[in-house]
């Protein structure tokens, strides 16, 4: 698949965003007029630049409003496109994108309509570039892609071919399969878009995402534009507000890795099999040597031990049963972060291969003498996820350190139930694709969350071959202009006896979330909850959430350890799939409250 | 007016909120359940807290899906209220909101809604409660007032009445008059929104506004709530996500303001008529040691001259003709910023009593002996608006310096045309809300620009009967978050003779923002222009936009003086009413190639 991005999906200007296209390695850019307009670069200065890094100009667009009633006014509008083609030479470009008009003076006749866009071909092959036709989702008479095809076909011109645009066709619900019958398709741009129900207009201007991270079924569409036997670069054309502010180099990265995933999703078996990870290994918290206390003192009280020191020191490993966490010291700036999470895959090499392809290379800790490589990705966010296999033995690196004499509280972990990660506020649909595409996990149900300082947005990532849920989640603007994080990163454990984890934590000197009084009132007001069972949640201030099927989830957080940093015990009865997002507004209340432990 | 803004319409914790609305003036709160749900504060707590602060809590808030086709569902209901009643009652409030149910169970026989409802109210009548249903936009089988009302008459039951919602109504574009044909209305809420062509679920949870900053004729929904007899308190229900994460004391006082400007425009004279401002008096920049050469430089080259100096020092007066320029170098913190915007009114004490009640205090500067004590407000964002009259005369507190000997270019100035104010993130709906309801300017249309950054969001408020026009920007989050303002705050000075106006600017040494060739090319193609002209625009950088009737407006700009302020002159042609929206992308984008002088 050859690559192209509209240089209206990326931030800055024309140069940064031609600039942050070619770093990325895309193949080819549409040059979006406006951007041009406003550059100081003239077009052939756009193109000696896009020469020497090495991208085609690949298209020109958009041509708005190519037909009209009027004569006088059609004849302009060849006037315009005169001027246009000049430019468009000028860059060294030979296609332009032609928008169905959406002004009231449009041509309702088709004949007529073809008979105005093959004028305009004309001037176009007289200039030596074509021109694709496109049927803008609001176009005034021309909005469905079967009917620009018509338009095109009654044109019958060689330099006339049809744009297809996966938004245009997929927005309005359209069946993509027709594709497939199109004789001249001479573009494709494709756009992915949450499932927003609202006008198409803004839909389109503010809230496209690239491939793989919307709610379009993209695969569907390019398998239809792959066969009409389009061989054309495969263009992503997204209006987005947050990418709109986002670094363009970024942004770039992101756009490509969307690409390269739509092809393997598309023709499967494009990219080599995404590592579903067999399970957690470990998660590492780092702490700086004013957090490590809290971070220990937590962590016995959950009864885990710490077990082993790593042979280079500062790093330690505590387990309780299947539950491992690495607690890195060597950590400056964080009082206490989740810093790298710990998966175990067969063969890790293996993802080597994918993992570049979807522009994520492959990177390696400094590993001392016989320590184990472990392979590792960095994702958007920075933290590191490791992939261990039982050869070389990630625990190995770990010297045993004599078991503790004290005994473990009663009860125990059955593993790692999730992590949810906090994501920067323009960042948070980067870090989807990244789990989606890379680690193969499959996005979940967006949850909008009031918390005390703005809504908190949080989606799961799960996997039907997996233990491992990865949750993002991201606060509003505020709460990073306040200078403070809304939403930590923590990690929950998992039990099969939620109340003896608690009291035993609880014994052993470890501090709760305080819940109000009055969420388990409200509890005891929702559901038919038996009255001893409700009083035993209230003391130990467990949470409660009750799915349809009767599935049951128990939740308990321990105080946080820092901004960044808390704990969580969770139980899930009669298979609960989902995280108690109705609780959550709860937890966040209560941590603003009593923010973390001192 | 008794006033009353539920709790989920500020940010923060319920004490929080509580004090916020009490600090503003509010006379009772609704208290928005998961506020409470969320909160330490037990309900006795809660309603201590509110007799202390002096604000009655009007209503809880809501009571949801109250019917069920299940008889055995319908008795959980009633136990779910009877446990909610205990809450309530605890509050010290008396009546609870319960909305039309949208699950699948919900009751669709009216006569079977109404009896349920009744034995509702019958449990709520023995604790002292009313019940006031809501029919909401979204409700399964009751989604409009009049349906809702027919049931509450239906059930026929002392303790059962209607709530009606100004969003409910107004967003599925219900006639509202039918309201004041309804007996029993237990409570109002009011909210406005911006109209948007979205479900209205969504545009409920996340757009709503306060009464005056969207597009809802509230002031007839209002008026029909009158004259239906309803003399409760009229409460805001605004579910907004910038509210959510504002500052609470801050919202609180908007929220207040927009409803005594609701007051007034449904009952006209309710408050003292707005000051409509006969003219601009002068604009006044602040500008610190290092800023100020840049600043005198540009108004020299402009032609303004020195001709007053403050009494005080410090402050100086430059004028050309009717355009009067207030330097004011008492400031350390800015480059140069746009700080202060004279407006000459009639009377100028006779807007201190609408003024404060809008909670917009008249503010004064300290004034030396002799001096002009100028009634002054201070704008959401910290700009003053300072009132002018003749008597006194602001300008005799400048003393007149001798007339420069140099001539004064050609061409010359009629006046300030309009100034634009940059707005923090969250503040932009509250500075259009101060300037309609304190200043009585218009809110225009709102456009949005893309800039190299992000989206720049511009709404110009005028007014018939003045030449004051002021426009209001806001970049998006970025802006913010690197450090910089996207937006600077500008004056454009008006002409009948921009051509000569800038030969004269760029003869005397001006600097003209850099417009790129691209755009003067796309110019000549987008309008029928006379080539001459297109060439002589081109010359000296001017930007050029025609409105439909052929009203053209010609802009030229200045290089920045800093990254908060720059100028602009501009020529309206044939009656031009516009602001030249469509060229703001090209300045943006300029201003950031080209940021500021050196």
Request: proline fraction near 7%; hydrophobic fraction near 45%; glycine fraction near 8%.
């Amino acid at each position: 698949m050859r690559t192209s991005i509209a240089t209206v999906s990326l931030a800055g200007t024309l140069p940064e965003k031609l600039r942050a296209a070619a770093a990325a390695g895309f193949d080819a850019v549409e040059v979006f007029e406006p951007d041009l307009v406003t550059s100081p670069l003239r077009p052939a200065q756009v193109r000696s630049l896009a020469a020497d890094l090495g991208v085609r100009i690949a298209l020109y667009q958009p041509f708005r409003d190519p037909d009209d009633v009027d004569p006088a006014r059609a004849a302009r509008v060849r006037d315009r496109l005169r001027r246009k083609l000049d430019v468009v030479r000028e860059l060294g470009c030979d296609l332009v994108l032609v928008c169905s008009s959406v002004h009231a003076a449009a041509v309702r006749d088709d004949d007529e309509l073809a008979a105005q866009l093959s004028a305009l071909a004309d001037d176009a092959s007289a200039a030596g570039v074509r021109l694709a036709y496109e049927a803008l989702a609001w176009g005034a008479h021309v909005s469905d892609y079967r009917h620009g095809a018509r338009v095109v076909a009654l044109a019958d011109h060689p330099a006339l071919g049809t744009c297809v645009d996966s938004f245009h066709v997929l927005s309005r619900g359209d069946d993509p399969d027709g594709i497939a019958d199109l004789e001249k398709v001479f573009f494709c741009q494709v756009a992915d878009a949450p499932l927003l129900g609202m006008d198409v207009l803004p839909w389109s201007r503010h809230h496209r995402l690239f491939p793989g991270q919307g709610g379009f079924d993209l695969a569907r569409f390019q398998r239809a534009v792959l066969a009409a036997g389009y061989d054309g670069p495969v263009s992503l054309e997204v209006f987005n507000d947050l990418y709109r502010q986002a670094d363009p180099g970024r942004t770039a990265v992101d756009a490509l890795r969307s690409l390269r995933y739509l092809a393997d999703r598309t023709v499967p078996g494009t990219l080599p099999a995404a590592p579903v990870p067999r399970d957690w290994a470990f998660v590492e918290v780092a702490a700086s040597g004013a957090g490590l206390p809290a971070v220990e003192s937590l962590l016995t009280a959950f009864g885990l031990r710490r077990t082993g020191v790593h042979r280079r020191g500062e790093v330690d490993l505590w387990t309780r049963g299947p539950v491992r966490v690495v607690v890195n010291q060597r950590s400056a700036q964080d009082r206490a972060r989740l810093s790298s999470l710990g998966l175990e895959v067969d063969q890790p090499h293996a993802l080597a291969e994918r993992a570049r392809d979807l522009l994520a290379p492959l990177v390696h800790r400094p590993v001392g003498p016989g320590e184990a490589e472990i392979p590792s990705l960095v994702a958007p966010d920075g933290t590191w996820v490791q992939f261990c296999s039982t050869a070389p033995e990630w625990r190995d690196d770990f010297v045993p350190v004599p078991a503790p004499a004290d005994v473990a509280p009663q009860g125990g972990f059955t593993g790692i139930d999730h992590v949810t990660l906090p994501q920067p506020f323009a960042g948070f649909d980067a870090a989807g694709l990244f789990l989606t595409a890379v680690l193969g996990l499959q996005a979940g149900e967006l949850s909008e969350i009031p918390a005390p300082d703005g809504l908190v947005r949080s989606r799961p990532h799960t996997s039907p071959r997996s233990p491992v849920r990865i949750a993002l989640n991201v606060g509003p603007t505020s709460a990073t202009l306040r200078g403070r994080p809304l939403t930590g990163g923590h990690v929950a454990f998992a039990t099969n006896d939620l109340v003896a984890v608690v009291d035993g934590f609880l014994a052993a000197g470890g501090r709760a979330l305080p819940v109000p009084g009055n969420y388990h009132d409200d509890l005891a007001a929702r559901f038919d909850l038996d009255e001893e069972f409700c009083e035993s949640l209230r003391r130990r201030g467990i949470l409660y959430d009750r799915d349809e099927r009767g599935g049951e989830f128990l939740q308990f957080f321990a105080r946080s350890v820092s901004r960044e940093f808390f704990v969580e015990v969770v139980e899930r009865r009669g298979g609960y799939a989902g995280f108690g997002a109705g609780n959550t507004a709860v937890r966040l209340a209560a941590q603003r409250v009593a923010p973390e432990e001192d």
